[in-house]
């Protein structure tokens, strides 16, 4: 260990500032707790491991930067469009664009346009749904729902059912809720799944049912491929903080 000081010193500033770079990845990223020790004490080697193992295979999330460049100029180009052809498909998409730069109440107000046009379409309606959730609105969401869970109960691979039980939840409307989450957790074990029900279990005091859930969780994080579990890091944290409550409890 005294060797790797040693190197460090060697590479006297850079060391420094590849350090603080490997810092600043994981506050944001928050991955395993050890890789922290081994910035710290490994000095310049070590955050380079670290560059290496994490930030190197996030460099495709990268992508999603450079794509928000791009979406700003397409939702000038679709604001510009439904003035000349406010059609469905038109205000569809500038929802979706809106959705992706998180702009959640424009883009509610795009899938509403789009619905009053054709009334027909799941897709906006389970837009619109998840739009009003991301604005604390879930009982105004619940028609969104309903509509869309009526018409294809795996709509969005269960997602929408997971969707309508949370916003049951969310109403005080538990024994649906209860009823919907169990039917979902049979058919579909995705990380938001797990966490939402286990929340859920713990809020009516099912702890131990919810502690279940909560390991099959983190379990998962074992065997999933590693890209999938970067993508669904914030569920494992999640999932972790859950069980510390629940272990307080």
């Known amino acids: 260990m005294f060797g790797l000081f040693r190197l460090s010193y060697l590479f006297y500033p850079w060391g420094l500032i590849v350090q603080l770079v490997a810092l600043v990845h994981f506050v944001r990223r928050r991955p395993d707790g050890f890789w922290l020790w ?9 955050a380079l491991v670290y560059i290496v193992a994490e930030m190197l295979p996030d460099a495709g999330f990268l992508q999603n930067v450079y794509r928000g460049y791009g979406r700003k100029s397409r939702i000038a180009v679709v604001e510009r469009a439904v003035i000349d052809n406010p059609s469905a498909a038109n205000f569809e998409e500038l929802g979706e664009l809106y959705w992706d730069e998180k702009q959640y109440a424009k883009a509610r107000q795009a899938f509403e346009r789009a619905i009053a046009i054709r009334s027909d379409s799941p897709h906006c309606f389970y837009r619109r749904g998840l739009c009003l959730m991301a604005l604390g609105q879930p009982a105004a969401a619940l028609p969104d729902f309903e509509y869309v869970v009526r018409g294809d109960a795996k709509f ?9 039980a949370e916003a049951y939840a969310s109403t005080g409307r538990e024994q649906e809720a209860a009823a919907l989450f169990a039917e979902v957790v049979q058919h579909s074990n995705t990380p938001e799944t797990l966490y939402t029900f286990a929340a859920f279990l713990k809020s009516q005091n099912r702890t131990e049912e919810a502690r279940e859930l909560v390991r099959q969780l983190l379990q998962k994080k074992r065997t999933l491929p590693r890209y999938w579990q970067r993508i669904e890091r914030p569920w494992f944290r999640k999932g972790q903080a859950l069980l510390k409550g629940l272990s307080a409890s």
């Open 38 to 46: 081994v910035i710290f004490i490994g000095g310049f080697p070590g």
């Open 156 to 164: 969005d691979s269960y997602r929408a059912k997971l969707m309508l």
